[in-house]
């Protein structure tokens, strides 16, 4: 079972910045992709960006070159450092990890609990 925990969301000015982090913790055999995704009201989750466990990276359109995401993998970390916000990045965040359970077993999706980020005008 793996747990994350998100930290870091609040309440910013628009132009402002947030940084978003993420632990995993509990027992598994190893974490393949992390990443984050957002759900603003009425609206559908939304991938934000994710990254490998080699680094890679991916993001959503909306967010290229204003958002950045890392991560650790020797702590089971991801974090997220999102500069020039804009009230459209209002939104709860939360956090992705494909864990792999054993050896033997294939990838579950885990997700985290959500931080709320409001970007106000």
């Known amino acids: 079972q793996v747990r994350l925990v998100e930290l870091g969301g609040g309440l910013v000015q628009a132009g402002g910045s947030l940084r978003l982090s993420c632990a995993a913790s509990g027992t598994f055999f190893s974490i393949n992709d992390m990443g984050w995704y957002r759900q603003a009201p009425g609206e559908q989750r939304e991938l934000v960006a994710t990254?490998?466990?080699?680094?890679?990276?991916n993001y959503a359109d909306s967010v290229k070159g204003r958002f950045s995401i890392s991560r650790d993998n020797a702590r089971n970390t991801v974090s997220l450092q999102m500069n020039s916000l804009k009230p459209e990045d209002t939104a709860v965040y939360y956090c992705n990890a494909r864990v792999v359970p054993s050896a033997l077993s294939f990838e579950r999706i885990s997700w985290g609990q959500g931080t709320q980020v409001t970007v106000s005008s």
């Open positions: 990254i490998s466990k080699g680094g890679n990276t």
